[in-house]
């Protein structure tokens, strides 16, 4: 029944592609996306330090109801990041302190709330990767409905279930699924080129004609 349904997920990109993506910024990805996905501002690293990489393993949740993250818990893979729309309402936290434990406990990659979490504190404390919308003290209905593994949107970024999600203290991204090793391959050429500016910068060779060239082709004279 729509509204109240746990899906399989069909697909898994391969590890290999998945580690790549450690390495690389968030925003050198974004910026090979033509700079047009986010998941928001309003979505933020409550963990302590250390970026997130992992498979979305999405559910769909009823604002201030955790019932189908409590079952996407446990049938999610270590790796996997769980992704949650819940509508970002932050009147009751979706998640606390002993949710997180379960999460590390399997394995996961790391968990994305649009809603509140609590036991800010002890998630504070750890390096496993949460981020969410906000924090408040007041808990969570267990009632449902809510969904697994179907496509949700958050800040207007589509994830669907198996892309890849990508976070640092910068924010989200989520990396469609068919387009991963191409971007992976954008990105790391970027990272080389980035290395190449700043030690332009750093010998004080850096060319910045392009900044008057611009300014002309926008109509500016001096």
Request: aromatic letters at 4%; charged letters at 20%.
């Amino acid at each position: 029944m729509i509204g109240f349904r746990i899906l399989p997920r069909t697909r898994q990109l391969p590890a290999a592609l998945i580690e790549g993506f450690r390495s690389v910024p968030v925003a050198n990805v974004s910026d090979c996306m033509g700079r047009m996905i986010a998941g928001g501002a309003h979505l933020r690293p409550y963990h302590k330090a250390g970026g997130m990489v992992g498979p979305a393993f999405t559910v769909k949740a009823r604002p201030g109801d955790n019932l189908m993250i409590h079952k996407a818990l446990h049938l999610a893979q270590p790796g996997d990041v769980i992704v949650v729309d819940g509508g970002g309402d932050l009147t009751n936290a979706l998640m606390g302190e002993l949710m997180v434990a379960t999460a590390i406990k399997r394995g996961l990659g790391g968990i994305v709330l649009n809603g509140a979490i609590r036991d800010l504190d002890a998630i504070q404390a750890g390096t496993f990767a949460v981020y969410a919308a906000g924090v408040t003290h007041r808990g969570p209905y267990k009632d449902g409905p809510g969904e697994i593994n179907v496509p949700i949107a958050i800040g207007g970024m589509v994830i669907n279930p198996g892309d890849l999600m990508l976070g640092d203290a910068d924010g989200l991204l989520c990396v469609p699924f068919d387009s991963a090793q191409y971007i992976l391959d954008a990105a790391l050429t970027k990272c080389a080129a980035e290395k190449v500016t700043v030690q332009e910068i750093a010998e004080g060779r850096l060319d910045t004609t392009w900044i008057d060239a611009q300014l002309e082709r926008q109509g500016y004279k001096a």
